[in-house]
T-cell receptor, first 114, second 111 residues
């Protein structure tokens, strides 16, 4: 497909488990973003990559959250020792260049921590 | 105070009605402004960018008032398919790519 692809769509984790969420951006898009969306709220910024460089990680809520994009394409968001408050939809977005601000979102991964 | 504030609604309107949503933002240095639409359990999708001169796309009109730090969206001749949550979005700092979202305004268009 031509859009941003995320997997898995749904993830149930036991508290304390580690999880890894994958994002495949639109082909050729330089910029990649991760957002967290709690129920009834708008998405909140987590981190931003330009190619393989992580230029902004100011939104990551704790050191349990880690993101990478080693080859400048696919990205993985990892959450270690998950807690109940991590339950949310994790959205990935990409944009074409390094200056354009229009971001295209994937369908998200819905994480439930029990 | 939230950085981007919206009335959560819901706005319940009949088909064919005109409805307006407002949004205020706190950072006067904000650079770019957008309205995104989000259907239930779906991803946000760009509806339109917002410019100081105002812009229109079919039944949708967006306005930006930088002096008052206020953004609006007007929907004319509402359709059932317009039912969704409308997110006001701001890029608040030059050089930062992060978008800041409001909590959204829910619209329900009724037959």
């Amino acid at each position: 497909g031509a859009g941003v692809s995320q997997s898995p769509r749904y993830k149930v984790a036991k508290r304390g488990q580690d999880v890894a969420l994958r994002c495949d951006p639109i082909s050729g898009h330089v910029s990649l973003f991760w957002y967290q969306q709690a129920l009834g709220q708008g998405p909140e910024f987590l981190t931003y990559f330009q190619n393989e460089a992580q230029l902004d990680k100011s939104g990551l809520p704790s050191d349990r959250f880690f993101a990478e994009r080693p080859e400048g394409s696919v990205s993985t968001l990892k959450i270690q020792r998950t807690q109940q408050e991590d339950s949310a939809v994790y959205l990935c977005a990409s944009s074409l260049g390094s200056r354009e601000n229009i971001q295209y979102f994937g369908a998200g991964t819905r994480l439930s921590v029990l | 105070r939230k950085e981007v504030e919206q009335d959560p609604g819901p706005f319940n309107v009949p088909e064919g009605a005109t409805v307006a949503f407002n949004c205020t933002y706190s950072n006067s240095a904000s650079q770019s402004f957008f309205w995104y639409r989000q259907d239930c359990r779906k991803e946000p999708k760009l509806l339109m960018s917002v410019y100081s001169s105002g812009n229109e796309d079919g039944r949708f009109t967006a306005q930006l008032n930088r002096a008052s730090q206020y953004i609006s969206l007007l929907i004319r001749d509402s359709k059932l398919s317009d039912s969704a949550t409308y997110l006001c979005v701001v890029n608040k700092e030059t050089g930062r790519r992060a978008l800041t979202f409001g909590s959204g305004t829910r619209l329900q268009v009724q037959p």
